[in-house]
T-cell receptor, first 113, second 116 residues
Framework: AQSVTQPDIHITVSEGASLELRCNYS??????LFWYVQSPGQGLQLLLK??????LVQGIKGFEAEFKRSQSSFNLRKPSVHWSDAAEYFC???????????FGKGTSLLVTP | GAGVSQSPRYKVAKRGQDVALRCDPI?????LFWYQQALGQGPEFLTY????????KSGLPSDRFFAERPEGSVSTLKIQRTQQEDSAVYLC??????????????FGAGSRLTVL
């Protein structure tokens, strides 16, 4: 069965610093990979997705992620974090043998001045 | 509508009460999903509709949970005889059509259920 692991429960970064959130997945074939962000009291908003092709994908709000098959990873990055990026970030995986997404437990990002 | 709308946003129920949570998906979206998000956890799949047909209800935790989408648009998630472990945020998501695992879901803001 497919699964998603987000090793970091909480991450704190200073405003303006770079960010990398880790995501590892377990799936036999090439997965469909997603990053969603959830602000307090809000639903999940799609940041970016990877289906195929270029392994470096660009998303909204200056985020990018890189699919690394050899490491079974899909880490999210941002070169310079803004205070408004403080939120919960979820990695999710889908497969062509199903339609439901499997989500990781999330990483809570705190941005300090 | 412009987005996925869920109501109520907040619901407090006494243990044993029945609750109904409503989801209004984006107009024209064929596929509709319900997820449950416990505190500090990621969303967990509950059930899936394609139009009015409930194609998968494997994630529903017990027979106290029931979902319907009778006309293929608005969906209702009903929880009977609520228990404290039912306390969670219930998220609804929709997508234009099913593309298997490549579904790009648009989520509503969720209904936060607290069972006392």
């Amino acid at each position: 069965a497919q699964s998603v692991t987000q090793p970091d429960i909480h991450i704190t970064v200073s405003e303006g610093a770079s960010l990398e959130l880790r995501c590892n997945y377990s799936y036999g074939a090439t997965p469909y990979l997603f990053w969603y962000v959830q602000s307090p009291g809000q639903g999940l908003q799609l940041l970016l997705k990877y289906f195929s092709g270029d392994t470096l994908v660009q998303g909204i709000k200056g985020f990018e992620a890189e699919f690394k098959r050899s490491q079974s990873s899909f880490n999210l990055r941002k070169p310079s974090v803004h205070w408004s990026d403080a939120a919960e970030y979820f990695c999710a995986v889908g497969s062509n043998s199903g339609y439901a997404l499997n989500f990781g437990k999330g990483t809570s990002l705190l941005v300090t001045p | 509508g412009a987005g996925v709308s869920q109501s109520p946003r907040y619901k407090v129920a006494k243990r044993g009460q029945d609750v109904a949570l409503r989801c209004d998906p984006i107009s024209g979206h064929v596929s509709l999903f319900w997820y449950q998000q416990a505190l500090g956890q990621g969303p967990e799949f509950l059930t899936y509709f394609q139009n009015e047909a409930q194609l998968d209800k494997s994630g529903l935790p017990s027979d106290r949970f029931f979902a319907e989408r009778p006309e293929g648009s608005v969906s209702t998630l009903k929880i009977q005889r609520t228990q404290q472990e039912d306390s969670a945020v219930y998220l609804c998501a929709s997508t234009l059509r099913n593309r298997d695992g490549a579904n790009v879901l648009t989520f509503g803001a969720g209904s936060r259920l607290t069972v006392l």
